[in-house]
């Protein structure tokens, strides 16, 4: 090893941003999505930091290169 120390930066990060479709545009939801499961009719997000959100709807896309979930709300 040549004393460099392992950091984020390095590693190859693979985890998805999440958008919502607003006016036929995808708007960023949430960064960094490591999980996407359902929950009482809701899509609970969860991020690689633990951060959680929920959303009526469901998965229009998932654009898995682009490292995109894009989500169709049902209800506001």
Do not use: W
């Amino acid at each position: 090893m040549d004393g460099h120390a392992f950091t984020l930066e390095d590693s190859i990060m693979c985890e998805a941003n999440a958008y919502l479709m607003k006016d036929g545009k995808e708007e960023l939801f949430l960064e960094a999505i490591d999980t996407v499961e359902p929950d009482n009719g809701n899509l609970r997000l969860t991020t690689i930091f633990g951060e959680q959100k929920f959303v009526k709807g469901r998965i229009s896309r998932l654009a898995l290169v682009d490292h995109k979930v894009v989500i169709e709300q049902t209800e506001e």
